[in-house]
């Protein structure tokens, strides 16, 4: 072993980890940043009796998988592929002499799918597990289940540093938690703070400059994407032409991250441009200063739109603590942190397990696989969401993977074996079987595989400059490509080689994402699952009539086109006719209160072409009324003005049947039969009948007694009581028809008084009362007053309340006497 690798704070406990494994075959390993676990412990486990066979160790990132075997096989003086390898979805180096196989969760999924028994492995060791990655939890899930079923022996170890080791080891069934102390070295953090209107990039340029002025050693810069690292690395080049700045993400070539994750050969400072790709797991040799802007990128599922979309969040707290961390692995460090302390406590305490943000259809594809009939049986840190799988089993079922028990099918097997979404891997199956599956397995391979081909929304163009690519990554993602393309053309029962457009292939990928444009500027897109999309206007894409869209990021509505591929209107109507729908719909034509009936042929919300329905069915055109009433109200019928009044009455009376909810509620019984086309032309008469039959008899009856229609006042007249008077029910009628009347009009259960408007013989007002007798000895005397020099041939009597009541004049009442 080279000088200071038996230092490491973890061979203080190694130990006791060796001791506690030889007895059981689960532990948690909890160690600090820099200790040494990633590069240690595995080595460690070959000298036991119980390992005679393959070590995984579990990564969470390429880089940091390769970065570890190549420390393990360089501490034994190897190269990787000898005693260590590794293994990732572009790159592997392993051979027969290969005890210790570094991986990734993902492949490690794929293994343990193609072989449930792990006969070949002695221990899987899963690091940096408070992570959370999903593959990571489904992993651990699956592993627990093949321990306790098939493979008791099998030895389990969860590694982090800041693991919640109680939760973990009761779920691993109490299993020992051993605890690395570490080697603390002194960190200091300086708070620069944040301005609103300054952008990140511009912040962390500032940082980095003050930084290379006044500190010592390597700066490590997190970044929240790539677009943030070469826009920073651009400005640096200008601010310090001098410096070495080195970008470090998933993009990266192999050497470019290599040269990243170590000290410069010539001794020069470095500038290294990270994403969280550089939080756990890596040790940056040389780093003492680190700057952190406080962001962080991560995939979320957007259940609405049903697309994984790019988020931009705060860093949490523990996240910025193992940035900070960075700066002291080796030495004492410094953090600048890109925001006011006292902020720090408001971000949240750890970032959400993926397992509550992601797409579930990859998992619940796995465990169908696995035979899992209730995936919430399983071993999991955290259950997966109900609602999540739900909707996940719900896609994988329109893909065919699932049939309509939620079993899987033999296309959902086929699609399992490919190590891709499931929606890629139906694309692939699908172009397997029209021979076009080298397209589509490239095509796959460019929509995960960020960078290659350039960063054009223009899939083809990426492709096309993809191919013409030499560098070694492209050359081993053609090389992988090619692999899959093999494996989809195995399972496919080939009907032909008609050589579907790329774009097509893509749509079967996503046929919700297939979009029309909307405008001439090509800016406004409509999606067939309903989204409206916009894309910039400059872009070449923007000159076509459809696109098949592979992604789009931003909010649900108006999310915006990252990456699309333009297809003619003649292959959509041909390569796409099994998913054109020929339907019927109704449209409601307000000004002229009635259904048009159409027949359209349409991809999902994307209307092809539309006519007149020349035979609607009447009992949809029915339906569709009724849902117009229920939403909208009586007020779109022609009611007549006894309906009208009949439902004023009601509503004061509170007779429920009559009241506006339950009227809409049940208008299918009561207006159904009634309705044709227009609702303007249904007969007013025939409204009113079926509104009088909502009442029974004794509906009618006390209709009647707490809301009468009508006022019959002493002199035998008739008057409408009004029920939408402000001042309350009320009755206008001429004062004569109330002479002899010394107690006012009252109505309803209880009684109240009726409001009254009375007229003199034109039938113009004279007063408002809801006390009779005392307007007859009130201001009756004005009244009478003003009367007999107006109509002198009416009686205008002192006492009206004796007087008979009669609207003739004195000489016609005096000879009817």
């Given at each position: 072993?080279?000088?200071?690798?038996?230092?490491?704070?973890?061979?203080?406990?190694?130990?006791?980890?060796?001791?506690?494994?030889?007895?059981?075959?689960?532990?948690?390993?909890?160690?600090?940043?820099?200790?040494?676990?990633?590069?240690?412990?595995?080595?460690?486990?070959?000298?036991?009796?119980?390992?005679?066979?393959?070590?995984?160790?579990?990564?969470?990132?390429?880089?940091?998988?390769?970065?570890?075997?190549?420390?393990?096989?360089?501490?034994?003086?190897?190269?990787?592929?000898?005693?260590?390898?590794?293994?990732?979805?572009?790159?592997?180096?392993?051979?027969?002499?290969?005890?210790?196989?570094?991986?990734?969760?993902?492949?490690?999924?794929?293994?343990?799918?193609?072989?449930?028994?792990?006969?070949?492995?002695?221990?899987?060791?899963?690091?940096?597990?408070?992570?959370?990655?999903?593959d990571s939890d489904l992993g651990l899930a699956l592993a627990l289940e093949s321990q306790a079923v098939l493979r008791p022996d099998l030895r389990l170890l969860v590694m982090s540093a800041t693991i919640d080791g109680a939760r973990f080891a009761d779920l691993l069934g109490d299993a020992p938690v051993i605890e690395s102390e570490g080697k603390s070295w002194p960190l200091a953090i300086r708070w620069l703070g944040a301005r609103a209107?300054?952008?990140?990039?511009?912040?962390?340029?500032?940082?980095?400059?003050?930084?290379?002025?006044?500190?010592?050693?390597?700066?490590?810069?997190?970044?929240?994407?790539?677009?943030?690292?070469?826009?920073?690395?651009?400005?640096?080049?200008?601010?310090?032409?001098?410096?070495?700045?080195?970008?470090?993400?998933?993009?990266?070539?192999?050497?470019?991250?290599?040269?990243?994750?170590?000290?410069?050969?010539?001794?020069?400072?470095?500038?290294?441009?990270?994403?969280?790709?550089?939080?756990?797991?890596?040790?940056?040799?040389?780093?003492?200063?680190?700057?952190?802007?406080?962001?962080?990128?991560?995939?979320?599922?957007?259940?609405?739109?049903?697309?994984?979309?790019?988020?931009?969040?705060?860093?949490?707290?523990?996240?910025?603590?193992?940035?900070?961390?960075?700066?002291?692995?080796?030495?004492?460090?410094?953090?600048?942190?890109?925001?006011?302390?006292?902020?720090?406590?408001?971000?949240?305490?750890?970032?959400?397990?993926?397992?509550?943000?992601?797409?579930?259809?990859?998992?619940?594809?796995?465990?169908?696989?696995?035979?899992?009939?209730?995936?919430?049986?399983?071993?999991?840190?955290?259950?997966?969401?109900?609602?999540?799988?739900?909707?996940?089993?719900?896609?994988?079922?329109?893909?065919?993977?699932?049939?309509?028990?939620?079993?899987?099918?033999?296309?959902?097997?086929?699609?399992?074996?490919?190590?891709?979404?499931?929606?890629?891997?139906?694309?692939?199956?699908?172009?397997?079987?029209?021979?076009?599956?080298?397209?589509?397995?490239?095509?796959?391979?460019?929509?995960?595989?960020?960078?290659?081909?350039?960063?054009?929304?223009?899939?083809?163009?990426?492709?096309?400059?993809?191919?013409?690519?030499?560098?070694?990554?492209?050359?081993?993602?053609?090389?992988?490509?090619?692999?899959?393309?093999?494996?989809?053309?195995?399972?496919?029962?080939?009907?032909?080689?008609?050589?579907?457009?790329?774009?097509?292939?893509?749509?079967?990928?996503?046929?919700?994402?297939?979009?029309?444009?909307?405008?001439?500027?090509?800016?406004?897109?409509?999606?067939?699952?309903?989204?409206?999309?916009?894309?910039?206007?400059?872009?070449?894409?923007?000159?076509?009539?459809?696109?098949?869209?592979?992604?789009?990021?931003?909010?649900?509505?108006?999310?915006?086109?990252?990456?699309?591929?333009?297809?003619?209107?003649?292959?959509?109507?041909?390569?796409?006719?099994?998913?054109?729908?020929?339907?019927?719909?109704?449209?409601?034509?307000?000004?002229?209160?009635?259904?048009?009936?159409?027949?359209?042929?349409?991809?999902?919300?994307?209307?092809?072409?539309?006519?007149?329905?020349?035979?609607?069915?009447?009992?949809?055109?029915?339906?569709?009324?009724?849902?117009?009433?229920?939403?909208?109200?009586?007020?779109?019928?022609?009611?007549?003005?006894?309906?009208?009044?009949?439902?004023?009455?009601?509503?004061?009376?509170?007779?429920?049947?009559?009241?506006?909810?339950?009227?809409?509620?049940?208008?299918?019984?009561?207006?159904?039969?009634?309705?044709?086309?227009?609702?303007?032309?249904?007969?007013?008469?025939?409204?009113?009948?079926?509104?009088?039959?909502?009442?029974?008899?004794?509906?009618?009856?006390?209709?009647?007694?707490?809301?009468?229609?009508?006022?019959?006042?002493?002199?035998?007249?008739?008057?409408?009581?009004?029920?939408?008077?402000?001042?309350?029910?009320?009755?206008?009628?001429?004062?004569?028809?109330?002479?002899?009347?010394?107690?006012?009009?009252?109505?309803?259960?209880?009684?109240?008084?009726?409001?009254?408007?009375?007229?003199?013989?034109?039938?113009?007002?004279?007063?408002?009362?809801?006390?009779?007798?005392?307007?007859?000895?009130?201001?009756?005397?004005?009244?009478?007053?003003?009367?007999?020099?107006?109509?002198?041939?009416?009686?205008?009597?002192?006492?009206?309340?004796?007087?008979?009541?009669?609207?003739?004049?004195?000489?016609?009442?005096?000879?009817?006497?």
């Amino acid at each position: 072993m080279p000088s200071g690798v038996n230092d490491l704070p973890i061979h203080s406990v190694l130990p006791e980890l060796l001791a506690a494994l030889r007895v059981r075959e689960s532990a948690v390993l909890i160690a600090p940043p820099g200790a040494g676990k990633t590069t240690a412990v595995a080595p460690a486990l070959l000298a036991e009796t119980w390992c005679d066979r393959t070590v995984l160790l579990l990564s969470p990132r390429r880089v940091a998988a390769r970065a570890a075997a190549e420390r393990m096989a360089e501490l034994l003086g190897e190269k990787p592929g000898d005693t260590i390898g590794y293994a990732t979805r572009l790159d592997s180096k392993r051979s027969s002499a290969t005890r210790i196989l570094v991986m990734t969760e993902a492949i490690f999924v794929t293994t343990i799918l193609a072989d449930p028994e792990l006969a070949n492995v002695s221990a899987v060791l899963f690091d940096e597990a408070h992570e959370r990655h999903l593959d990571s939890d489904l992993g651990l899930a699956l592993a627990l289940e093949s321990q306790a079923v098939l493979r008791p022996d099998l030895r389990l170890l969860v590694m982090s540093a800041t693991i919640d080791g109680a939760r973990f080891a009761d779920l691993l069934g109490d299993a020992p938690v051993i605890e690395s102390e570490g080697k603390s070295w002194p960190l200091a953090i300086r708070w620069l703070g944040a301005r609103a209107e300054t952008r990140v990039e511009d912040a962390t340029v500032s940082a980095v400059v003050t930084a290379w002025r006044e500190e010592h050693g390597d700066l490590l810069c997190f970044l929240p994407g790539v677009g943030e690292i070469e826009r920073v690395r651009e400005s640096l080049a200008d601010r310090l032409p001098g410096a070495l700045v080195l970008p470090l993400h998933g993009q990266c070539e192999p050497a470019a991250q290599r040269a990243a994750i170590r000290r410069d050969p010539d001794g020069r400072r470095r500038i290294v441009l990270a994403t969280a790709i550089a939080e756990t797991s890596l040790t940056l040799d040389g780093v003492s200063v680190v700057i952190d802007a406080g962001l962080s990128r991560r995939a979320e599922f957007d259940k609405a739109a049903g697309v994984t979309r790019l988020v931009t969040h705060r860093a949490s707290q523990a996240a910025a603590a193992q940035r900070a961390g960075r700066a002291a692995r080796q030495g004492p460090g410094i953090a600048y942190r890109l925001w006011e302390e006292a902020a720090h406590a408001g971000r949240p305490a750890f970032d959400p397990p993926e397992m509550q943000t992601a797409d579930l259809a990859p998992l619940r594809l796995t465990l169908a696989q696995w035979g899992a009939a209730d995936p919430a049986a399983l071993p999991w840190i955290d259950v997966p969401p109900a609602a999540a799988l739900a909707a996940a089993t719900r896609s994988l079922q329109a893909l065919g993977a699932l049939d309509g028990s939620a079993m899987i099918t033999q296309h959902g097997r086929n699609m399992a074996r490919l190590p891709m979404a499931p929606a890629l891997a139906h694309m692939l199956l699908y172009a397997a079987q029209h021979g076009a599956e080298n397209a589509a397995a490239r095509l796959a391979l460019l929509l995960q595989e960020r960078g290659l081909g350039g960063r054009s929304d223009d899939l083809a163009a990426r492709l096309q400059r993809w191919d013409a690519e030499r560098s070694g990554r492209a050359q081993a993602s053609r090389d992988l490509a090619a692999r899959w393309a093999r494996l989809a053309r195995a399972m496919s029962e080939a009907e032909g080689a008609d050589d579907p457009p790329l774009g097509i292939l893509l749509a079967e990928a996503f046929p919700d994402n297939i979009a029309r444009r909307r405008d001439a500027s090509g800016e406004h897109w409509l999606a067939a699952g309903g989204r409206g999309l916009r894309l910039d206007p400059a872009s070449p894409l923007a000159r076509a009539e459809w696109l098949a869209v592979g992604d789009a990021q931003g909010e649900a509505k108006g999310a915006r086109i990252t990456s699309a591929i333009a297809l003619d209107e003649a292959d959509v109507l041909r390569w796409l006719a099994h998913r054109i729908e020929k339907r019927s719909r109704l449209r409601w034509v307000a000004d002229e209160a009635r259904v048009e009936a159409l027949v359209e042929a349409g991809l999902g919300a994307i209307t092809l072409s539309r006519g007149s329905d020349p035979a609607p069915d009447p009992g949809t055109i029915r339906a569709f009324l009724i849902g117009k009433i229920a939403s909208e109200g009586l007020s779109l019928l022609p009611l007549s003005k006894a309906s009208e009044a009949l439902l004023r009455r009601a509503r004061f009376a509170g007779i429920e049947a009559l009241g506006d909810l339950a009227l809409r509620d049940r208008a299918a019984d009561w207006l159904g039969p009634l309705l044709g086309r227009r609702l303007d032309q249904t007969d007013p008469a025939k409204i009113h009948d079926a509104l009088r039959a909502r009442l029974d008899y004794a509906g009618q009856q006390a209709l009647d007694r707490l809301a009468p229609a009508q006022f019959v006042s002493p002199a035998g007249t008739s008057h409408p009581i009004d029920y939408d008077d402000p001042g309350g029910p009320s009755v206008e009628l001429r004062v004569q028809a109330l002479f002899g009347l010394d107690r006012h009009p009252t109505f309803g259960q209880p009684p109240q008084a009726l409001l009254l408007k009375l007229t003199d013989p034109g039938g113009k007002p004279l007063q408002t009362t809801r006390d009779l007798p005392g307007f007859w000895r009130g201001s009756w005397k004005d009244v009478q007053r003003d009367m007999k020099g107006r109509y002198p041939k009416h009686r205008w009597p002192d006492q009206p309340w004796t007087e008979s009541p009669s609207l003739k004049t004195k000489n016609a009442f005096n000879r009817s006497m």
